[in-house]
């Protein structure tokens, strides 16, 4: 009787750290998908930091392109 209560309870122990490991490589191949999203966005800004997106057709002038433009949004930064 003591033997099958130890296997159970040593099954109950494997599955608990097979729950654990699962859980804890899902946070970890969270954290390389926002890395990788940041160094995506890294690539994507200008040299000085920030990114600039350009809209609609008005009189300001876009930095990316010399388009005519609305409106000029940039964003400095992780702000």
Do not use: R, W
């Not at 608990?16 to 490991?21: D, G, K, P, R, Y």
């Amino acid at each position: 009787m003591k033997s099958k209560k130890h296997i159970l309870g040593l099954i109950f122990l494997i599955s608990i750290l097979i729950c654990f490991l699962k859980s804890a490589k899902i946070n970890y191949d969270t954290k390389i998908g926002n890395y990788m999203l940041l160094n995506i966005e890294a690539l994507a800004q200008n040299e000085n930091g920030d990114y600039t997106d350009c809209y609609f057709l008005g009189s300001l002038d876009c930095p990316h392109n010399n388009l005519k433009v609305k409106y000029i949004v940039t964003k400095l930064g992780d702000l």
